[in-house]
């Protein structure tokens, strides 16, 4: 085996052993990493919606606190790593509605749109049965437990919730207002063992704050539960123990909730406020949905909708309940707002559906202030000072505008591309302080997750266009480049066998005739007597040494360090000298014009073998007594002459031999121009012009360029 292929064999056996070793400890350390959870305590920013995955709910932030105003079943909102094992979250959390629950996930995973569609555990508190539950979702609901909370869960009040899971043990516990806690340990034995952490509202929208995670140990475990011994998950159909029967738990807050909200005899349909007097100050009782909370309160019927403003305090409306509002009547040119409202919550949980129409329906004005779904495609996306999203759509040949307000802004809306296709959901509003007098009506948004992408924006886009000229243009030179060093890695290794095989010749050929000749001078030396020798034993040692010659000047030529060391017109004068060390009447002249570059090795050794076939036909056939070696360095290319003074010959293709051939054929093979002059009596110029590339890089869709300025110099030549 050479040096070069072991010193090769052993580079691959080491890359080969670091690679294996960075996989080895890349393992190690994700299998450390998944048995923890987060690596420090640390408050979770609920400002930065670009760490948040929505799925499903109307999610907005302000002033420290996330709020989902949807009464959607099954709302969820995720963060943190899927392989985060032990950890604890805690948070405040308050319930916006009756009838439902919200709390807090852990160690989630596969998480879609959907009642309990994801795999991971789920704890919270439920305003219907007042009590704090934990359990597990897999696609479907299983409750490990339900323990009553006191004072009882009520909407509109702040607890604060933690949820700690350590191996497959779990603890929750709820902290009332009044510091009163309540406290359930689960042990899951085919526990889920990592997974995200999230919100979660059933039912009802709800609000959190104060968001924490932090490593948990079995002392955090330990610490969070006392005394209490983990009961066995095991599914429960209803919770046991001395709390009240199942209809008082269930019946207790729809009778609350009845005596609360009394509704009024004498309400108006919002259609109806048509019809009054626009001259005459009107009050009147209309009762609708909540279709929109902000920026402005708005409600709907089946007849229509209307903006409401109120100076009086109420309590948190969300998107889906059903209320009661009495106050002044003003008209608009399409839709009907009342002023100086009070507001009285009727029930929760009635969601109204939106109206499919198109954009031009819309701008007639016939849908102002009700809850619709629009198509539209993107034209421009802007952002106000406020934080607020203003998107421009097209339909056709109808625009509109799309206000998403900043309190309800999720990454998607960052990522949304122009020209892409939308479904838009929202209150269509003609007021001019939405639209401003750009648009006929204008979209109010509650958060971006009422955007739905149709599809993308279409391929062949100005830039899409541009980027394809660029790639189409930069493709040959990748594949030129590539193809390069390709040739570049065969040269090398071409030139690396040659260096080989002239070692070798050095070590057993050469030496072999050297031996040789010692041998024969020590017969020459010794033989006195007998036979008349010498003649013959002089020839032999003649061949020997010729031969000698022979094998020395072969192994030069193989190696390439020897033309790069001492330059291509040396090496062309070295050989000429040495053909002529017995004939010291043929004078040796070499020369050098133009600024020297380098030349590659691939382009010097071929010039190179040329060189060294004119030199040699010039001195056994041109009988001449001058021999000239001249380079000329031109900017894009390099000429070698070798010029004679001998008998010259007439240049046919009759003529030409095996050398010339050869000659001809090396030079091709750099697309090098060759020419021979030459005439009877007049001596031989040998012309061999071969391009230079700028830089290694050159590509071949370069190649036809230089045989181009080839031929001009040639041609410039030849009429001078």
């Known amino acids: 085996m050479s040096p070069l292929i072991a010193r090769r064999s052993i580079t691959v056996a080491l890359s080969a052993a670091l690679v294996i070793s960075l996989l080895a400890i890349s393992g190690i350390t994700y299998q450390l990493i998944t048995r923890r959870g987060p690596t420090q305590h640390q408050m979770i920013s609920l400002e930065k919606q670009e760490d948040w995955q929505a799925f499903g709910g109307t999610w907005q932030y302000a002033d420290g606190v996330m709020s989902n105003i949807s009464d959607e079943r099954g709302a969820k909102l995720m963060t943190g790593r899927e392989y985060w094992a032990n950890y604890s979250v805690e948070a405040d959390v308050l319930l916006l509605g009756q009838y439902g629950d919200a709390g807090l996930i852990i160690r989630a995973s596969d998480e879609e749109k959907g009642v ?165 100050p009107s009050s009147a009782t209309v009762q609708g949905v909540v279709t929109l909370t902000s920026p402005m309160l708005y409600i709907q019927d089946s007849t229509g909708g209307l903006a409401v403003s109120s100076s009086h305090p109420h309590a948190p409306l969300q998107i889906g309940d059903e209320a009661e509002v009495r106050g002044d009547v003003y008209l608009h040119d399409f839709s009907s707002e009342i002023r100086n409202a009070d507001i009285h919550l009727l029930w929760s949980h009635t969601p109204v559906s939106p109206v499919a129409v198109t954009a031009s329906q819309a701008a007639t004005g016939a849908f102002d202030g009700q809850y619709v779904e629009v198509q539209g495609r993107l034209a421009e996306k802007n952002e106000d000072g406020n934080g607020t999203g203003m998107l421009t759509l097209e339909d056709e040949s109808q625009s509109f505008l799309a206000v998403v307000n900043g309190l309800g802004r999720s990454p998607n809306l960052n990522s949304l591309k122009v020209k892409s296709k ?91 005739f050297a031996g040789l000749g010692f041998q024969l001078q020590a017969v020459r030396d010794d033989l006195t007597d007998g036979i008349d020798i010498m003649p013959q034993l002089e020839q032999a040692q003649d061949m020997v040494r010729n031969s000698h010659e022979e094998a020395r000047r072969s192994i030069s030529a193989l190696r390439p360090e020897h033309l790069e060391s001492v330059g291509l017109l040396s090496a062309l004068e070295e050989c000429a000298r040495r053909m002529v060390s017995t004939n010291s009447s043929v004078k040796i002249k070499t020369a050098s014009s133009g600024n020297l570059q380098n030349i590659p090795l691939r382009v010097s050794d071929t010039l190179l073998r040329i060189g060294q076939e004119a030199i040699a036909n010039a001195i056994r056939h041109a009988h001449c007594s001058q021999l000239t070696i001249a380079l000329d360095y031109e900017k894009s290319a390099v000429e070698m002459i070798v010029e004679d003074d001998g008998v010259g010959f ?64 040639h041609g410039k030549r030849n009429r001078v």
């Not at 738990?249 to 259609?271: C, F, M, T, W």
């Not at 790639?471 to 080989?500: H, K, N, S, Y």
């Not at 110029?685 to 700028?694: G, T």
């Open 116 to 280: 309990d569609a994801y795999h991971g555990y789920m704890a919270g508190l439920r305003d219907l049965d007042n009590t704090l539950m934990m359990g597990r979702a897999d696609y479907g609901w299983r409750e490990y437990a339900a323990k009553s909370v006191s004072p009882r869960v009520s909407a509109q009040q702040w607890y604060h919730l933690k949820f700690l899971a350590f191996d497959c043990d779990f603890a929750v516990s709820a902290t009332a207002q009044n510091g009163q806690t309540t406290t359930i340990a689960i042990r899951d034995p085919g526990c889920i063992k990592s997974g995200r952490f999230g919100l979660k509202s059933y039912n009802t929208g709800a609000q959190w704050r104060n968001v924490e995670i932090a490593p948990a140990t079995q002392r955090d475990l330990t610490s969070m539960i006392g005394e209490i011994q983990p009961q066995l998950a095991v599914p429960n159909e209803l919770p046991t123990g001395s709390e009240p029967a199942p209809h008082d738990r269930y019946l207790e807050p729809i009778e609350r909730d009845i005596q609360a909200h009394s509704s009024g005899v004498n309400a108006k349909s919002i259609g109806s406020l048509r019809l009054l007097s626009p001259d005459v």
């Open 422 to 512: 939308l479904r838009l959901r929202g209150i269509c509003v003609t007021d001019s302080r939405y639209t401003h007098d750009l648009t006929a009506f204008a979209l109010l948004l509650p958060s971006s997750g009422d955007i739905e992408v149709l599809e993308g924006p279409p391929w062949w886009s100005p830039d899409h266009i541009i980027e394809l000229v660029i790639c189409i243009f930069l493709l040959p030179f990748a594949g030129m480049t590539g193809f390069f060093f390709v040739e570049r890695w065969r040269m090398q290794a071409v030139l690396d066998e040659r260096q080989r095989l002239a070692h070798e010749m050095h070590d057993t050929l050469a030496q072999s």
């Open 650 to 713: 007439a240049v046919s293709s009759d003529s030409a031999g095996f050398g010339i051939r050869g000659m001809h054929k090396r030079a091709e093979n750099i697309t090098a121009q060759f020419r021979i002059d030459s005439a009877p009596g007049q001596g031989t110029a040998v012309r061999v012009l071969a391009p230079l590339p700028p830089s290694f890089l050159r590509t071949q869709s370069h190649r036809w360029l230089t045989r181009l300025q080839l031929r001009k110099i």
